[in-house]
T-cell receptor
Framework: KAGVTQTPRYLIKTRGQQVTLSCSPI?????VSWYQQTPGQGLQFLFE???????NKGNFPGRFSGRQFSNSRSEMNVSTLELGDSALYLC??????????????FGPGTRLTVT | QQQVKQSPQSLIVQKGGIPIINCAYE??????FPWYQQFPGKGPALLIA?????SEKKEGRFTISFNKSAKQFSLHIMDSQPGDSATYFC????????????FGTGTRLAVRP
């Protein structure tokens, strides 16, 4: 079974631009979560989608948004990029059911550099 | 507010040694505690996870010890190998927050040959 895939793997953008990152979960997984990883702040939760609905949201500004499609694939968008948005953006998927384990599997990430 | 505290920040052991990484949590609502291993340039990989109703769980060379009363849990790596050199993260989640994982700050482990 294929793992979580993320595209693109690397991205360089300029301040003020916007960016869209894509995530394809493991087949059969219905929950997709996004995390930001930086050396200073570590791994921080952005948001979670389940059945095309945002189920949970972290403490990030409204410039960060996401969506999930009917095939469980997800995208996240960052508008008006700032230098501080430079980070590794990770996507994780899980079955998402309440009464089973919460095993989440991460993709390789998208390395975003804002100049 | 850091809800999961991880220590040490870095750790060096000799091959065959048993590195121990510790985590402490504050929120008693947490009910799932996974450990992840991350190599440079890769995403975190799930190693092993435990729930509060179990005090210890072993998978291969990796063991989690869980102390519910102390709100602490730890990862032990038996017979460590140079290939175990990576950054290890503990995490915690609770049912009411869906799949949201709260991560520790990470421990960079180096296993010397």
């Amino acid at each position: 079974k294929a793992g979580v895939t993320q595209t693109p793997r690397y991205l360089i953008k300029t301040r003020g631009q916007q960016v869209t990152l894509s995530c394809s979960p493991i087949s059969g997984h219905r929950s997709v979560s996004w995390y930001q990883q930086t050396p200073g702040q570590g791994l921080q939760f952005l948001f979670e989608y389940f059945s095309e609905t945002q189920r949970n949201k972290g403490n990030f500004p409204g410039r960060f948004s996401g969506r999930q499609f009917s095939n469980s694939r997800s995208e996240m968008n960052v508008s008006t990029l700032e230098l501080g948005d430079s980070a590794l953006y990770l996507c994780a998927s899980s079955l998402g059911h309440r009464d089973t384990t919460y095993e989440q599997y991460f993709g390789p990430g998208t390395r975003l550099t804002v100049t | 507010q850091q809800q999961v505290k991880q220590s040490p920040q870095s750790l060096i052991v000799q091959k065959g040694g048993i590195p121990i990484i510790n985590c402490a949590y504050e929120n008693t609502a947490f009910d799932y505690f996974p450990w992840y291993q991350q190599f440079p340039g890769k995403g975190p990989a799930l190693l092993i996870a435990i729930r509060p109703d179990v005090s210890e769980k072993k998978e291969g060379r990796f063991t989690i010890s869980f102390n519910k009363s102390a709100k602490q849990f730890s990862l032990h790596i038996m017979d460590s190998q140079p290939g175990d050199s990576a950054t290890y993260f503990c995490a915690a989640s609770k049912k009411s927050s869906g799949d949201k994982l709260t991560f520790g700050t990470g421990t960079r482990l180096a296993v010397r040959p």
